[in-house]
Each structure stands twice: as C-alpha cells, then as structure tokens.
C-alpha cells in the first residue's frame, strides 16, 4: 500500500480484513516503510511466532518500486500523490513516472488498485487486465473550487490544463482533459453517500463489483472515505468475502497520530496528523465540522522526517478557522513561522501564544480549554511523535509501537 497521504490508515484497515478472513500477516503497523522497515518485519516473523502466511506492508513512495521488484507482491494499492517533502522526493511527476515504471514491470497476476480521482494516478496501468479503481461519487462532497494548493492539475498525456466538473479533495475529483479527452474512469469500488460527524466518525455507502456494502467509522472526514474505498479494493483483490470486508473496515481504529482521540485532564483531546497542504486542509474542512469555539495547538517541525522546507503552510488554507478559533497555541522548531503565518491569515497577534517546547504547549492549551472541552491537536510528523511522547508518559496513549 502505498500513497502520500493515508497508507498507514488504508494498512490497518486492510489488516483488519484480511484477518478476519483468517489469514495470518506480517506487517509493519508502526510505520518503517522503508526497504529496512520491510525487512525487518521480515525478520521479526521468522523468529519464534508462526510464520505468516500473507505480507501486508505500507511502504514509502520512492521506496516502494524497489519493495515491489523484491517482492513480486499479489496486490499493489496506489492512492495518490500529493506535494510532500519535496527536498527528498522532488516534484509529483518524478514518482509519478517511477510508479508507472514499477507497474509495467508487475507479474501479469498482480492485482493493481489505483485512485481514478487522482489524475496522477488514475492512468498508471493502462490496458493491464484485472485493475480495480477507487474514487468518490457523491456530490454533497464536492468543494466550490479547485484549492489554490492543487498540486496535480494538469493532464499525464498532455500537459494541458485539466478541468473539474467536481472536487473532492485538493486535486482529486471528477477530472478531464478538454485537450486530449482523457477523463477521470468510472470507479469500480466507489463512495456513492458519505455522512461526516466531525471528527467523530462517518457513515460511507459504497458500490463494489461484489454488490452495496455500508460502512459506519470511527475515522473521519472525506480523506478517511477514500481510505475505506482503498481498503475494500485491496480486500476484494486479495479474494476477502464482503460479507467478512465491511465489519472488519467499520471496526477499525485510529492508527497512531491519525484523528486519535483521547481524555486528558479532563477535556477530549484529538490528534489528527498533517505532512503537507492537502493534509492540512482536510484537517482543517475536519475540524470545521465539529459546532463551537475551537480550541487549538498547531505543531511544526522542520526536521529530516518532515521536509525542511516548510513554506508549504503558506499552501494551507487556515483562514476559514480565525471566526472560530477561542484559543491557539502554536509549538515545535518552526512555531515563529506558523505565528507569522497566522498574522497574515489576519489574527491578532494578542490571540497567539508561542510555546516552542511541546510538553510545556500541551499545558499551556489544556489550561485554556475549558473542562469537558475538545483540545485539537494539529502536528507535522516529528511534532506529532513528541506530543504523543508526552500524552504516553501522561497515560492518554500508548506507545505507538503497540499499535496495530
């Protein structure tokens, strides 16, 4: 499984199928999807457990043509590509073009799954027998416009400019190309209703090859919907029943950062993890969702694991939080330029707080949440690693190495 944004969420959902259809896994649920990552849960499962008898792996976007080569894998999920640490992968086209690369290499048996809303990926097997395609149809869904950070906007064949007849979720939707004709394909597994609760839940129908099925998530927002759909495509691929799929994907829980929700000193508190604009933004349409006064600590870090370069959250689309934002406190490396950001967004610079140290942050945005009240958790990668760090050492998580 492998995607900018939701591969470690999409492989916990898929686990969770497969073993309820009774297949015994090796997996990396912590994350290392790196080639060692991949073989160092290898290695673990020829130790004293029994053997698996069914790998299941996320697996980085630049590693992954090379985890495939190794492993001549039976189904290979595809999701998107968003603009992402740019300083270690360069521009969506340069993965785009390695993946193709990587699937015309497949064994013909491989199942592939692809995001037929993602024009950067929709057309990476064309004439390969036995694709599944994922994406959304549901209107009530759509946005009013492209967001100004769309990365893959223009089409693979052409270069011309694409156009939307709807969006989804940053360049993701019903695409075409009014130059050369290609379009978005009709969807094999597709979202045809989804209810978003905030960042309690959804409820997702979905048509599939097998027939309906109906979803009710812990997980929320619209990028959790194309999760759900990601999953069920890999389930049917590796030959899971749909009568074992939907309750093993309604069943699932948060993975390790993403949209956890916990208590702590008496007020909700929900983490919910963003690496780039797109990321970002679902977070932010998320949490809009929920009713009431926001109360919030955004986290940013610049380190290796991150990107360095993060003039990307100049990309993310804060605006539309500043009418409901009661409180906001800003931390981590790079907390000064997230506080600039903010100022130019148009909130007063009184109504910031910088706490660069996030043990320190936590308490400071606990204290101005009122009791019985939600704490929104808004961090980059490494950000989110030491807020969970501290919320473990405070008994709300546990450490995400127990996960999955």
Request: net charge negative.
């Amino acid at each position: 499984v492998s995607a900018t944004n939701g591969k470690t969420t999409t492989s916990r959902m898929l686990a969770a199928c497969l073993r309820a259809d009774g297949r015994r896994l090796v997996a990396n649920p912590a994350g290392a999807n790196l080639l060692s990552g991949v073989a160092t849960a290898l290695v673990q499962d020829s130790g004293a457990r029994p053997g698996a008898e069914c790998g299941l792996f996320e697996v980085d976007e630049a590693a992954l043509p090379e985890v495939a080569r190794q492993t001549a894998p039976r189904a290979v999920v595809l999701m998107n590509l968003f603009r992402d640490q740019l300083d270690r992968y360069g521009e969506l086209e340069t993965i785009a073009a390695r993946w193709a690369a990587m699937v015309d290499a497949l064994p013909g048996a491989t199942r592939v799954v692809l995001n037929a809303d993602d024009p950067a990926v929709a057309d990476l097997a064309p004439g390969r027998a036995g694709v599944l395609r994922v994406g959304l149809d549901d209107p009530g869904l759509a946005l009013p416009a492209l967001p100004h950070a769309a990365d893959s906007t223009r089409c693979r064949r052409c270069d011309a400019p694409l156009a939307y007849d709807a969006v989804y979720l940053g360049h993701l939707g019903r695409w075409r190309c009014p130059a050369c004709g290609l379009a978005r394909p009709e969807p094999d597994v597709r979202v045809v209703r989804a209810e978003l609760d905030g960042v309690h839940g959804s409820r997702l129908a979905l048509q599939t090859p097998e027939g309906p099925l109906e979803l009710a998530l812990t997980l929320p927002g619209v990028h959790n919907a194309y999760n759900a759909a990601a999953a069920v495509a890999g389930a049917l691929a590796m030959g899971v029943p749909t009568a074992r799929i939907a309750p093993a994907v309604s069943g699932s829980q948060a993975a390790f950062g993403r949209a956890e929700r916990m208590r702590l000193e008496g007020r909700e508190v929900v983490l919910l993890l963003a690496k780039n604009p797109t990321g970002a933004n679902e977070n932010v349409r998320t949490v809009l969702l929920d009713p009431g006064d926001l109360h919030l600590l955004v986290a940013l870090n610049d380190r290796t694991a991150d990107g360095r370069d993060v003039s990307w959250v100049w990309d993310v689309d804060y605006e539309p939080l500043l009418p409901r934002i009661a409180t906001l406190t800003l931390c981590g490396d790079r907390a000064f330029d997230l506080a600039l950001r903010f100022r130019y967004a148009g909130l007063a610079a009184e109504r910031i707080r910088v706490v660069p140290d996030p043990a320190a942050a936590l308490d400071d945005a606990l204290r101005v949440t009122p009791a019985g009240g939600t704490l929104y958790l808004l961090p980059t990668y490494t950000a989110m690693h030491e807020l969970r760090h501290v919320l473990v050492r405070r008994g709300a998580a546990e450490d995400f190495w127990r996960d999955g």
